[in-house]
């Protein structure tokens, strides 16, 4: 079965980083394009970053454009996302997804991981 482990959350500065991964397994990493997503207490899962299988295209959320970055390494079944200049609203936990194309829509992921905790203190 298709199975995605994040790690890398915790808590940090205002204005620090952390690097985000997520492993997948169960089917062939490279043919799916891979998303990024966060759930703040109290709030809906929104769309952070995606990026495409084939071409590596990348897309980025208004609020995180220029701060974060979305990557992917096939060869070890491993997306990234490094969040640089970090802000207390960028708290929540964060989700790797896995699906058929890129989007910035839940509902066309299939596979979700079971999230990392991710802490931005002011």
């Known amino acids: 079965q298709v199975q995605l482990v994040e790690s890398g959350g915790g808590l940090v500065q205002a204005g620090g980083s952390l690097k985000l991964s997520c492993v997948g397994s169960?089917?062939?990493?490279?043919?799916?394009?891979m998303g990024w997503f966060r759930q703040a207490p109290g709030k809906e899962r929104e769309f952070v970053a995606a990026?495409?299988?084939?071409?590596?295209?990348?897309y980025y959320a208004d609020s995180v454009k220029g701060r974060f970055t979305i990557a992917r390494d096939n060869a070890k079944n491993t997306l990234y996302l490094q969040m640089d200049s970090l802000k207390p609203e960028d708290t929540g936990v964060y989700y790797c997804a896995q699906g058929p194309v890129v989007t910035d829509s839940t509902v066309e992921y299939e596979y979700w991981g079971q999230g990392t905790q991710v802490t931005v203190s002011p």
């Open positions: 990026i495409s299988w084939k071409v590596l295209n990348t």
């Open positions: 169960g089917r062939t990493f490279r043919k799916y394009a």
